[in-house]
């Protein structure tokens, strides 16, 4: 999938950006909850302004979806800021193809 690692923060958070284009919400949801371990929590869709959130629990780990512009940022959240599962998780999403239907549903 098209992602970038973004700079991380002086306090430590990382960050990841997901194109808009290369995986719809659904698709990137269905990724994301086949990764063991891993449970969205508290979606939240805006279907007229493009807006996404949730919470993503990842090991006893916090993350954060959300779209500022259009496209999908997940960072870390939270003082732990534990690199083996943040780099388990972004390799998971650097790694998946999603297929033709993923991107439009």
């Given at each position: 999938?098209?992602?970038?690692?973004?700079?991380?923060?002086?306090?430590?958070?990382?960050?990841?950006?997901?194109?808009?284009?290369?995986?719809?919400?659904?698709?990137?949801?269905?990724?994301?909850?086949r990764l063991?371990?891993?449970?969205?929590?508290?979606?939240?869709?805006?279907?007229?302004?493009d807006n996404?959130?949730?919470?993503?629990?990842?090991?006893?780990?916090?993350?954060?979806?959300?779209?500022?512009?259009?496209?999908?940022?997940?960072?870390?959240?939270?003082?732990?800021?534990?690199?083996?599962?943040?780099?388990?998780?972004?390799?998971?999403?650097?790694?998946?193809?999603?297929?033709?239907?993923?991107?439009?549903i």
């Amino acid at each position: 999938m098209k992602t970038q690692r973004l700079a991380e923060t002086q306090s430590g958070e990382s960050t990841i950006e997901i194109r808009r284009n290369s995986i719809s919400i659904w698709g990137l949801v269905r990724c994301l909850k086949r990764l063991p371990g891993a449970n969205v929590l508290d979606l939240r869709v805006d279907p007229l302004n493009d807006n996404v959130s949730a919470r993503i629990d990842y090991n006893g780990k916090c993350f954060r979806l959300y779209t500022p512009f259009s496209d999908y940022l997940i960072s870390d959240e939270g003082a732990d800021h534990s690199k083996m599962a943040t780099d388990a998780l972004f390799s998971h999403l650097e790694t998946f193809k999603p297929r033709w239907w993923e991107k439009i549903i």
